[in-house]
């Protein structure tokens, strides 16, 4: 005889809690698997022959030589794409391989399939090639006044003749970043020897690679499998198709699996990087410092392909103003076409540019009309029911900027430099630096962003829930690129199902429809929310079947008592549930950019705290208080882990990294002279959360990847400007510009 | 040509063309990938190993080189049933986020702890200075280690 239970069992790890993460034994011990780590039996090695110049035109182009190269097994040209000659997120306008012309440095030309990679090289060097250079269209402003664009976007909104009683005008560049993920691109492409193909490679977006690759290979989407795989981090750099195509082409050539891992060079130019942007400003503000009037010209520069150029200038646009109350908005923004490397995605996507401009703006007013920058941003902070300075859209959902810049004031600053150890003094120890040169700064940014997608973009996130007598299974297509969606998911299903044994199965394009893309912030609202309902949907239906009033890992409850096992639930054959979940619509815009963009939005506020040594122009950031919109807080171990990555790789942007790009050419792909920041540049980060829930999402939960890097950046500017009293309009800021030589 | 060498704790043989690195003959001939292939130009630390008693960065050494050498993979410290205590830490501190860097920071800081059993945290940071993070930010990788440093042993 069984004894049924009468307790439920209390379940470990729901929201609000911190678990582990089910990756994290693996990972500490070496046996996760990456992309680059992925092995097939009988597999080849890919190799990429690559333009040399940021313009020509092929004049001559012979691959036969790679193939007398012993162990090159296959070449491919564009002339081998069977199907759609291009690609691309939004439009197919990069063709597969160069089409007779290189557009960017770095465009891949042909790629050669050997027995192992060194052999691929050799392959890749035994291609006879010829060029008839031609002059690279590499300067933004050029290209803007020759009409060569992706998108004009123009925001008109309020009086155009409305003055206030304070000008300040300003010019600002921000330099490219490169997202500068730990691990490189890489994938394998396996044939089913039935014409069709299993890809597994980076991806922040199976399914968009999915309706990207398989018109180019001319076959049926079910031949066609995208399966996420493990990765080293994104940030943005795994949106676009990379590799992708031109394994799958090569594994059908030769019926092999085959693999490529790209270098750390060629992952520079192989994937897109942040738009550098031209940024002019003019605010004008009342004697009380409210806005009365912002106008702005803005130039991000896309290079050579679209990607997602159209919807990155459409944030900055947005955005140009920042979380602020303004009436009266006129922004043109442009994202010109050029021969630079093409930029797309990362970290932010817009606003981060924006941002740096009107961050200084803020100050610029404040320091004109004698008021406390933060008291500054504070009387104009943007809230909950207030129009969208740009836009005019009412926010519906929870925007608690000026909740965020009280917090902020209340952190206490850190103690003054009291240390002579050079690891605390600008330079460390190279022993550049006396305490008694180093001048103290603190600078504050502001920023908002938008969460999912946009524009009337039908963006949605599909969720299948299975349980059986061992435990849930969660099937889902959403890319786990290091951010901790996986546990995210697992806790709120937790809390929904009462039951502790939860799974998220990394499921392909042919399991599972779209979850949408690991970017915009969305996957917490999107997949999160979409598991959620899942769940809740399912337990309801489990209830309603058995009259129950509660469910648990026992079973179903009526009154106390357990009616029904789980096994016995389970054998009824109704315990799946999958769901497509959509966020509030969103519409677009009108030729004046007014109406209803964004489904939600969050801020976040900065405060940075900076040595200098003005001589030389070394800056140690000593560090960074933040407070963070954050809905609702679901796991408070991964946010502040969010929250601490973000906020260093905008102090990173802020002062070591900058791609370099001369004539189209990057001179810096490598990390000797690609700078990032390393335990020494970090600072010490205070994090704080507001939690003001969001009007839709699991539990009112937003997103929070991105709104850190926005604002660290412009925070660790201002330091600078505080501590030096230079006007400093362009980041990276180096030493030669704190210097003054 | 045949080098002959200890990888955590077992002899082993690499058949090499010459100019390999010792990361990629871990990685590609001897079955060890936990070592990773970041950078490759010994800036990020990804791929560091304990080659005769010193951490280095795989990716620049020659596996030719390592004749007679005694290395110390991630695979060889700790397991998934019995995590070294510095890994244990990482995981129990929300340390790992893309994880691509992280077995880097386990043979170094591993490392570390076995030269100096109680860093202060200047010494930590300075003896992680060679491995980069483009998560973390290192805030969580700090407060691991540094808690790990209180502990008495």
Redo the contacts between chains.
């Keep these: 005889m069984t004894t049924s239970p009468t307790t439920r069992t209390r379940i470990r790890g729901g929201v609000g809690e911190s678990p582990q993460r089910p990756d994290a034994i693996p990972k500490v011990t070496g046996n996760f698997a990456y992309a680059s780590d992925l092995h097939a039996d009988g597999m080849l090695w890919a190799a990429t022959l690559r333009s040399p110049y940021a313009r020509a035109r092929i004049t001559k182009l012979d691959t036969a030589p790679a193939l007398t190269v012993g162990g090159v097994v296959a070449v491919i040209t564009q002339q081998d794409v069977p199907g759609r000659r291009g690609f691309g997120m939004h439009v197919p306008d990069q063709p597969v391989l160069a089409d007779g012309e290189c557009n960017y440095w770095g465009e891949p030309i042909a790629v050669v399939a050997a027995s192992d990679l060194e052999t691929a090289k050799r392959g890749v060097a035994a291609i006879v090639i010829e060029y008839e250079v031609l002059e690279p269209l590499t300067d933004m402003e050029e290209a803007d006044a020759a009409d060569s664009q992706t998108r004009r976007m123009k925001v008109r909104r309020g009086d155009s003749e409305a003055t206030g009683a304070v000008v300040v005008e300003g010019y600002y560049e921000v330099g490219q970043q490169d997202q500068a993920p730990l691990g490189n691109e890489a994938g394998l492409a396996i044939p089913d020897g039935e014409g069709g193909v299993d890809l597994y490679a980076v991806s922040q977006w199976v399914h968009s690679d999915h309706w990207q690759i398989y018109p180019c290979l001319d076959l049926e989407p079910e031949q066609v499998r995208c399966h996420p795989v493990g990765m080293g981090g994104a940030f943005g750099s795994r949106e676009d198709v990379s590799m992708h195509i031109h394994l799958c082409m090569l594994a059908l050539r030769t019926g092999r699996p085959v693999k490529m891992s790209f270098d750390r060079a060629e992952s520079f130019v192989a994937h897109v990087h942040r738009h550098p942007a031209r940024m002019w400003y003019r605010h004008e503000a009342d004697t009380d410092g409210k806005l009365v009037k912002v106008q702005a010209r803005l130039i991000l520069d896309g290079g050579a392909y679209e990607s997602s150029s159209n919807a990155v200038i459409g944030n900055a646009g947005y955005f140009a103003v920042g979380p602020y109350l303004c009436d009266n908005v006129f922004v043109d923004a442009v994202a010109v076409k050029t021969n630079n490397p093409p930029a797309g995605a990362m970290r932010g996507f817009g606003g981060v540019q924006t941002a740096f401009g009107h961050e200084a703006q803020m100050d610029r007013l404040a320091d004109e009309l004698g008021i406390d920058r933060l008291e500054m941003r504070r009387r104009n902070a943007l809230g909950h029911g207030d129009p969208m300075s740009s836009s005019g859209q009412i926010i519906e959902g929870s925007l608690p900027t000026a909740q965020l810049i009280d917090e902020l004031a209340t952190m206490p600053l850190p103690e003054p430099l009291a240390s002579d150890d050079p690891r605390h003094l600008p330079g460390g120890t190279g022993l550049t630096t006396e305490r008694g040169q180093v001048r103290r700064g603190v600078g504050y940014g502001v920023t908002i962003k938008n969460l999912a997608f946009s524009e009337g973009f039908d963006d949605y996130s599909d969720a299948r829930i299975a349980i059986s007598s061992v435990g849930v299974e969660v099937y889902t297509a959403a890319a786990e690129v290091g951010q901790g969606m996986v546990t995210i998911i697992q806790q709120l299903v937790r809390d929904v199902l009462q039951m502790e044994q939860v799974a998220v199965v990394w499921s392909d394009t042919s399991v599972i429809g779209s979850a949408g893309s690991t970017s915009a912030s969305r996957q917490t609202q999107m997949t999160g929310g979409a598991t959620y309902q899942c769940a809740v949907e399912l337990r309801q239906q489990i209830l309603d079947e058995f009259a129950g009033d509660d469910l648990s890992t026992e079973g179903v409850w009526r009154d106390g008592d357990l009616i029904a096992t789980l096994a016995e639930v389970c054998s009824g054959g109704m315990c799946e549930h999958e769901i497509r979940y959509r966020h509030p619509e969103t519409f677009p815009t009108d030729e004046n950019s007014q109406g209803n963009a964004h489904p939600a939005f969050a801020a976040a506020a900065h405060r940075a705290v900076v040595d200098v040594d003005p001589e030389l122009g070394l800056v140690r950031v000593v560090q960074l208080d933040t407070v963070q919109d954050v809905g609702k807080i679901l796991n408070p171990v991964a946010a502040v882990g969010q929250i601490e990555g973000g906020t260093l790789q905008g102090v990173g942007m802020a002062v070591l990294e900058e791609l370099v790009v001369d004539k189209g050419v990057i001179k810096n792909p490598n990390f000797t002279d690609y700078l990032l920041p390393t335990f020494l540049d970090a600072p010490h980060v205070e994090v704080r959360f507001v939690e003001e829930p969001e009007r839709w999402g699991p539990l009112g939960a937003k997103g929070i990847g991105e709104p850190p890097t926005i604002s660290a950046g412009p925070a660790v500017a201002a330091a600078i400007r505080d501590a030096t009293g230079r006007d400093l309009h362009r980041v990276p800021i180096l030493p030669q510009h704190i210097a003054g030589v | 040509m045949i080098v002959n060498f200890n990888v955590n704790g077992e002899s082993r043989v690499a058949n090499v063309a010459g100019s390999e690195s010792l990361l990629q003959v871990l ?1 590609e001939e001897l079955g ?10 010994g ?2 630390g ?1 791929c560091s190993v304990v080659l005769d008693g010193a951490v280095v960065t795989s990716c620049l050494v020659m596996a030719a080189d390592c004749e007679g050498s005694e290395i110390a ?3 060889g ?4 049933r019995e ?1 070294h205590a510095v ?1 244990q830490a ?5 340390a ?8 880097g920071f ?1 043979v170094t800081a591993a490392h570390l702890f076995e030269e100096n059993p109680h860093p202060g945290t ?1 010494e ?3 003896a ?15 407060r691991s280690l540094e808690a790990l440093a209180e502990e008495t042993t």
């Design positions: 990685r060890l990938p936990g070592s990773k292939n970041a950078c490759e130009q800036e990020c990804s993979t991630v695979e410290i700790g397991s998934e995590l890994q990482l995981v129990d501190h929300g790992v986020q893309c994880g691509f860097c992280t077995p386990v200047d930590i940071k300075e992680l200075s060679g491995n980069i993070c483009r998560c973390t930010g290192y805030g969580a990788i700090l």
